[in-house]
């Protein structure tokens, strides 16, 4: 791509959350364009060149903002759209011989949707309870029944991250006008709506700790000057200001671990010059996260240092340094313990804690819950979410995406659940045949 196109992408998009900000219905209009542009895109070419990666990639960024500014048609619009996304693909391009681990994944989990039908509850919504619940590992296993196997170039994955990336560029500068004044929305050590764009914190974190690691990737392996590769590097990091003042962990504790294993695998693959630099721009990164950190303590009169040290305001260490998820974890496995057979059914979790507390409270942790809800099967559907991506590495080994793409996979489903579609179509892109061409 090159640098004039790919400034004019990132101004636009700058000034899209500029616009959408002040005029707040543009959201509306943005939320289904994406549709509609993507399907126009998708039937016009056939899916000759995989567009319905580009266009789920773009729908992965855009998630998060579009729920933030009520701009989404449809609450699980990223989660639906996916999946249609991916039937059309199929249906134009077909699908690998090495997607059967995915059908059976697909299949493990109908048996606790007729046990949840069998035991619903007369005041819930059972349509609604069901799709919410079950949407994530549906468009998970619809994602990657498309994309395993299928070829595509190290240059290819570079603009599926970019159009990952855009989107959140345009979060980012929304959620910086929403609260320009820093200090004036602070609260304490716990975590911040009024610093994330008045949405979800924990949604938020965890799009722009993606959106950190995609602008490293750029910075490292796709600029092709020194101001785009600053220019990249000031946008990661950016968002890892940005993603701090959430002050929600998981998102940005999974980014950092996304870039450490890129760093790494870039490393290993290096010829000594290569290991040279990557030395110097260790350094380099190691300096800015140290500024990053220190500006952003400095910002919230260290509040962010006692929040990921698990203290309180007073410096007190909490009692529960995970927010209540450890607590919710240890009462799925319970119920998996009560019901280890086919589960308890889908969403069942969440009505009995319902019942049990007097307050509606969602899992965090999609392995608990799958344990919890589908038993000894989701068991065997998590066996098959683990083991595939790693196997098929060993015959993908240029695949140098693949661990960052897997670890992002594992580390969300643990402290976001599949809430968004991120989870579902980043695992997907792991199970890409990445090759690289003659450049």
């Known amino acids: 791509m090159q640098n004039k196109h790919y400034l004019a992408l990132l101004f636009s998009h700058v000034l899209l959350g500029i616009l959408i900000f002040f005029v707040p219905f543009l959201a509306k209009i943005y939320g289904y364009a994406i549709l509609a542009i ?41 989660k639906y759209s996916i999946i249609i996304f991916m039937l059309l693909g199929m249906m134009y391009s077909g699908f690998s011989k090495f997607a059967t681990p995915y059908w059976i994944f697909l299949v493990l989990l109908i048996p ?11 005041d819930l919504d059972f349509r609604n309870k069901i799709a919410f619940n079950i949407s994530g590992p549906i468009c998970l296993g619809i994602a990657s029944v498309y994309a395993i196997g299928k070829k595509i170039t190290v240059i290819e994955v570079g603009n599926l991250l970019i159009l990952i990336g855009l989107p959140i560029v345009t979060m980012a500068v929304y959620v910086s006008i929403y609260t320009f004044d820093i200090k004036s929305a602070l609260i304490g050590t716990g975590s911040n ?6 949405f979800g914190p924990n949604q938020v974190a965890t799009i722009l700790g993606l959106g950190m690691f995609v602008f490293f990737v750029r910075g490292l392996l796709f600029s092709n000057s020194k101001f785009i590769l600053l ?3 000031f946008i990661a990091f950016y968002f ?16 950092f671990a996304m870039i450490g294993i890129f760093i790494f695998f870039i490393y ?27 500006y952003t303590s400095f910002l919230t009169d260290g509040l962010i240092n006692k929040r990921y040290a698990g203290q309180n305001a007073k410096g007190i260490e909490k009692k529960d340094i995970f ?71 060993f015959g993908n080994k240029q695949n140098i995406f693949m661990f960052c793409f897997f670890m992002f996979w594992l580390l969300t489903i643990n402290h976001a659940a599949m809430r968004t579609a991120s989870p579902c179509f980043i695992y997907a892109l792991a199970l890409l045949n990445i090759r690289f061409d003659d450049k």
């Open 193 to 198: 709506s009024d610093l994330s764009g008045g």
């Open 268 to 294: 290993i693959h290096s010829r000594h010059s290569g290991k040279v630099k990557l030395n110097y721009l260790i350094i380099i990164i190691s300096v800015l996260f140290f500024l990053t950190w220190s």
């Open 112 to 122: 606790s949707i007729f046990i949840a039908a069998d035991a619903i509850a007369y």
């Open 38 to 78: 993507g399907i126009f895109i998708v039937v016009m070419t056939k899916n000759k060149n995989n567009e319905v990666l580009y266009i789920c990639s773009y729908i992965v960024g855009s998630e998060v903002f579009l729920r933030m500014t009520d701009g989404s048609p449809n609450h699980e619009f990223g």
């Open 323 to 393: 927010s209540g998820r450890g607590e919710l974890a240890g009462d799925e496995i319970e119920m998996f313990l009560d019901n280890p057979f086919f589960g308890i059914g889908v969403g069942k979790g969440t009505e009995i804690r319902t019942q049990k507390n007097g307050y509606l409270t969602a899992s965090h942790d999609e392995i608990t819950r799958m344990l919890a809800e589908h038993g000894s099967l989701g068991i065997v559907a998590l066996l098959i979410l683990l083991f595939t991506p790693i196997l098929f590495y």
């Open 240 to 255: 890892s200001y940005r993603g701090f003042l959430t002050f929600s962990r998981g998102g940005m504790m999974t980014g």
């Open 231 to 233: 220019l990249n590097l």
